[in-house]
């Protein structure tokens, strides 16, 4: 007879999961001694052994985002088990399945105060949408069932508690009799469409538009085909979220990528003069670039109550299934004529595209990041995933990545942890294998957790049909990210927090057997990124960028503008850098902008 660890993992194969990320220890040590039986037995599934607890809670979240199955992580108790609370957050917040399955101490000990016993119901409490304890072999079906389920159906984690003598108990059939629940194996279909009434209601308001706007958010994965109709049967423009980058591709004329202060001008005037916004599976969180209240009607499709009516007053609230919802909708959209407003969207897009392209070219010491990541989206792959941490490689990776239809991006969204880029890179590589993999990722984060992964990397690289897994580290020596929105606020950079120790991180790549590459001059990065995207085997590629390259927003307001010279006067470490490069930004950016009014004024 099988134990309860044997069984769960038997049942987790049974329900289409095969990818684990674990980290070992005595309070799960039974379950993992089935993991290596169940190895040793050729059972199908793999276990991935990260350098810490946090980062497999990290990858399983990926796991969720790159694949649309449930991620699957496992911890010890105490120690271990806190350490998943980062990841399981970014899964929660970014609204992603993932099962935690956690050791414990044994039952016998349970509120004896013994040693890692800690309350693992009431720390998981509020990032879990379903946390339980099993208490009895004959329970764990029960409870393993009913955590797959609710992740998937609420798409958000789930913690099943697994007492260390449990772990190793003789399992036991659940009985016809009472108290005992028997469960079966089957996510359930998420796929709902509003009544037809409702659906009127909505193209009713859109028909009504004329200059209308969609914005789209990480619940329209899947519903790209669908997007891009109802924009043409409208006559709209896209902006999408960062984290929907992907659902929208980049060279949709009429796709002005994100919104914000990592945006697009064009997105901002489109949100600012648009009389009609249709939001699709987004909890677009800034609502200063929504429209002012009362300026737009409003279509909202969600499939989460909750978030309908939030960021913005909707006139018609949809729940439903984008791909299922936006399907019924295009049967009832009339078609919009009149191609004004999308074509002058695809305008702008053209003239912010030069301006990005200017501020990419501005001289920078040594290197300005921008130019990194123009060169790289030039160079990617038809089929590469790209990741980036929530440090100013989010700025660029917003403003200068434009990704394919099949291409993949992604990162930490709502919670914005700062070290999720290589945990991600990571599990799109396990998930994906004969795809490349670009991790872009600033000194900082590659400090924080980011190397020890490396060690991962030199583990299993070889076994990756496609080995090019690149990593590209901002080296600036400065948490970058930090300092910029310490000098909006008013301060100025405080470098007893914001210096890093400088190391060479190409030399570390080589230590490890891996490929090196270490650039600190503008006319080398395009053969840098040739070079790693030729070699044989994984890539740090270390470039050292300017940390005073400011990351511009697409609107800056006079608030900002006040905060920025007041931070100055105080005598920031790097004012007269940081005021050359401004300037120099600013200049290409109208340069740009007068050119290209020039050219369509002629």
Same mark, same amino acid.
Request: with cysteine; glycine share 8%; hydrophobic share 40%.
């Given at each position: 007879?099988?134990?309860?660890?044997?069984?769960?993992?038997?049942?987790?194969?049974?329900?289409?999961?095969?990818?684990?990320?674990?980290?070992?220890?005595?309070?799960?040590?039974?379950?993992?001694?089935?993991?290596?039986?169940?190895?040793?037995?050729?059972?199908?599934?793999?276990?991935?052994?990260?350098?810490?607890?946090?980062?497999?809670?990290?990858?399983?979240?990926?796991?969720?985002?790159?694949?649309?199955?449930?991620?699957?992580?496992?911890?010890?108790?105490?120690?271990?088990?806190?350490?998943?609370?980062?990841?399981?957050?970014?899964?929660?917040?970014?609204?992603?399945?993932?099962?935690?399955?956690?050791?414990?101490?044994?039952?016998?000990?349970?509120?004896?105060?013994?040693?890692?016993?800690?309350?693992?119901?009431?720390?998981?409490?509020?990032?879990?949408?379903?946390?339980?304890?099993?208490?009895?072999?004959?329970?764990?079906?029960?409870?393993?069932?009913?955590?797959?389920?609710?992740?998937?159906?609420?798409?958000?984690?789930?913690?099943?508690?697994?007492?260390?003598?449990?772990?190793?108990?003789?399992?036991?059939?659940?009985?016809?009799?009472?108290?005992?629940?028997?469960?079966?194996?089957?996510?359930?279909?998420?796929?709902? &469409?509003?009544? $037809? /009434? @409702?659906?009127?209601?909505? #193209?009713?308001? %859109?028909?009504? +538009?004329?200059?209308?706007? *969609? !914005?789209?958010?990480?619940?329209? &994965?899947?519903? $790209? /085909? @669908?997007?891009?109709?109802? #924009?043409?049967? %409208?006559?709209? +423009?896209?902006?999408?979220? *960062? !984290?929907?980058?992907?659902?929208?591709?980049?060279?949709?004329?009429?796709?002005?990528?994100? #919104?914000?202060? %990592?945006?697009?001008?064009?997105?901002?005037?489109? !949100?600012?003069?648009?009389?009609?916004?249709?939001?699709?599976?987004?909890?677009?969180?800034?609502?200063?670039? %929504?429209?002012?209240?009362?300026?737009?009607?409003?279509?909202?499709?969600?499939?989460?109550?909750?978030?309908?009516?939030?960021?913005?007053?909707?006139?018609?609230?949809?729940?439903?299934?984008?791909?299922?919802?936006?399907?019924?909708?295009?049967?009832?959209?009339?078609?919009?004529?009149?191609?004004?407003?999308?074509?002058?969207?695809?305008?702008?897009?053209?003239?912010?595209?030069?301006?990005?392209?200017?501020?990419?070219?501005?001289?920078?010491?040594?290197?300005?990041?921008?130019?990194?990541?123009?060169?790289?989206?030039?160079?990617?792959?038809?089929?590469?995933?790209?990741?980036?941490?929530?440090?100013?490689?989010?700025?660029?990776?917003?403003?200068?990545?434009?990704?394919?239809?099949?291409?993949?991006?992604?990162?930490?969204?709502?919670?914005?942890?700062?070290?999720?880029?290589?945990?991600?890179?990571?599990?799109?590589?396990?998930?994906?294998?004969?795809?490349?993999?670009?991790?872009?990722?600033?000194?900082?984060?590659?400090?924080?957790?980011?190397?020890?992964?490396?060690?991962?990397?030199?583990?299993?690289?070889?076994?990756?049909?496609?080995?090019?897994?690149?990593?590209?580290?901002?080296?600036?020596?400065?948490?970058?990210?930090?300092?910029?929105?310490?000098?909006?606020?008013?301060?100025?950079?405080?470098?007893?927090?914001?210096?890093?120790?400088?190391?060479?991180?190409?030399?570390?790549?080589?230590?490890?057997?891996?490929?090196?590459?270490?650039?600190?001059?503008?006319?080398?990065?395009?053969?840098?990124?040739?070079?790693?995207?030729?070699?044989?085997?994984?890539?740090?590629?270390?470039?050292?960028?300017?940390?005073?390259?400011?990351?511009?927003?697409?609107?800056?307001?006079?608030?900002?503008?006040?905060?920025?010279?007041?931070?100055?006067?105080?005598?920031?470490?790097?004012?007269?850098?940081?005021?050359?490069?401004?300037?120099?930004?600013?200049?290409?950016?109208?340069?740009?902008?007068?050119?290209?009014?020039?050219?369509?004024?002629?």
């Amino acid at each position: 007879m099988a134990t309860v660890s044997e069984f769960i993992i038997d049942r987790l194969i049974a329900w289409d999961l095969h990818r684990f990320y674990g980290y070992p220890g005595d309070g799960i040590g039974g379950f993992d001694g089935a993991l290596e039986s169940a190895e040793r037995d050729g059972k199908d599934f793999r276990y991935i052994r990260p350098t810490h607890e946090e980062i497999a809670a990290f990858m399983a979240s990926a796991h969720a985002k790159f694949t649309g199955e449930i991620g699957v992580c496992i911890a010890t108790s105490g120690p271990g088990a806190v350490h998943l609370l980062n990841g399981l957050y970014d899964a929660r917040m970014d609204h992603q399945p993932v099962l935690a399955l956690v050791g414990q101490q044994a039952r016998v000990s349970l509120g004896s105060d013994f040693q890692q016993q800690i309350d693992l119901e009431r720390v998981f409490q509020d990032v879990a949408g379903y946390v339980e304890t099993v208490t009895t072999p004959m329970q764990a079906q029960l409870v393993l069932d009913r955590a797959l389920r609710i992740a998937s159906t609420r798409r958000c984690p789930t913690v099943v508690i697994l007492p260390n003598d449990v772990q190793t108990a003789e399992m036991e059939t659940p009985a016809a009799e009472h108290f005992v629940s028997r469960t079966g194996i089957g996510r359930p279909s998420t796929r709902l &469409r509003p009544p $037809t /009434d @409702e659906l009127r209601r909505a #193209a009713a308001v %859109l028909d009504e +538009g004329e200059r209308i706007a *969609l !914005l789209v958010g990480a619940g329209a &994965r899947g519903a $790209t /085909d @669908e997007v891009l109709a109802v #924009a043409d049967r %409208l006559g709209a +423009g896209i902006v999408t979220s *960062l !984290l929907a980058k992907d659902v929208v591709p980049g060279d949709v004329p009429h796709h002005t990528q994100q #919104a914000g202060l %990592l945006g697009s001008r064009p997105s901002y005037d489109m !949100l600012q003069d648009c009389d009609t916004l249709l939001m699709v599976g987004s909890n677009y969180p800034y609502t200063e670039f %929504l429209p002012p209240t009362g300026q737009a009607r409003g279509v909202q499709i969600d499939l989460e109550a909750e978030n309908l009516s939030l960021r913005y007053p909707m006139e018609v609230n949809l729940i439903g299934d984008a791909r299922e919802t936006l399907s019924g909708l295009l049967e009832h959209l009339q078609h919009h004529d009149d191609r004004g407003w999308q074509d002058g969207i695809a305008e702008q897009m053209k003239d912010w595209t030069e301006v990005t392209a200017e501020l990419a070219d501005v001289e920078a010491e040594p290197v300005n990041p921008r130019y990194v990541y123009r060169t790289l989206n030039a160079r990617l792959p038809q089929n590469a995933i790209i990741t980036a941490d929530a440090g100013s490689t989010a700025d660029w990776y917003g403003q200068h990545i434009t990704l394919g239809r099949d291409m993949m991006g992604s990162l930490s969204g709502s919670l914005a942890s700062m070290l999720a880029s290589m945990p991600y890179a990571l599990s799109a590589k396990f998930a994906h294998p004969d795809r490349p993999v670009v991790c872009t990722i600033g000194d900082g984060a590659f400090q924080m957790l980011g190397m020890n992964e490396m060690l991962t990397v030199k583990r299993s690289w070889r076994e990756w049909e496609d080995p090019r897994f690149i990593v590209l580290v901002l080296h600036n020596n400065d948490l970058t990210q930090v300092s910029w929105e310490m000098r909006q606020a008013g301060d100025p950079r405080y470098d007893t927090s914001q210096l890093l120790e400088d190391m060479n991180y190409a030399a570390y790549a080589e230590l490890l057997g891996l490929t090196g590459i270490r650039v600190d001059r503008k006319e080398d990065v395009a053969a840098a990124w040739d070079q790693a995207f030729a070699s044989d085997r994984p890539v740090i590629l270390d470039v050292r960028t300017d940390p005073d390259t400011p990351p511009l927003p697409p609107h800056i307001t006079l608030e900002d503008a006040k905060n920025m010279t007041a931070t100055l006067a105080k005598g920031d470490p790097a004012e007269g850098a940081v005021i050359a490069q401004s300037a120099r930004g600013m200049a290409a950016a109208l340069f740009a902008k007068a050119r290209e009014t020039f050219r369509r004024d002629r």
